[in-house]
């Protein structure tokens, strides 16, 4: 398991292998990020060079609103953070794992 957050996680689940690929499933979640649209980086190697490399990943949303003025639809395209090294709850030590509480 790779979790940046309580919201941003991966679970590798060893007793169901795929069919088709032979290897393990995963358990995915991406709080606020379209998966169908950013599956290249919410696999377990974008998981895994966030937490080596301290980087933070972005990806693209996508979807339409209704626009009660104009009675019209309206689409757009927002780049977000899908993955951030950043973690506010708690001071991340040196070794990228372990955490302790804050001194507030």
Do not use: H, W
Not at 31 to 38: T, W
Not at 52 to 74: A, P, Y
Not at 77 to 92: A, I, M, S
Request: include cysteine; proline fraction near 3%.
């Amino acid at each position: 398991m790779v979790s940046l957050s309580s919201k941003n996680y991966i679970c590798y689940l060893s007793d169901k292998i795929d069919t088709v690929s032979k290897k393990p499933q995963i358990k995915l979640s991406a709080k606020g990020i379209q998966k169908s649209r950013n599956g290249d980086v919410l696999k377990p190697e974008g998981f895994e060079k966030v937490i080596k490399n301290q980087v933070t990943l972005s990806g693209t949303n996508k979807g339409f609103r209704l626009c009660k003025e104009s009675k019209s639809v309206i689409t757009y395209r927002q780049q977000k953070t899908c993955l951030n090294y950043f973690y506010d709850k708690r001071k991340v030590l040196e070794d990228g794992i372990t955490t302790v509480p804050l001194a507030i």
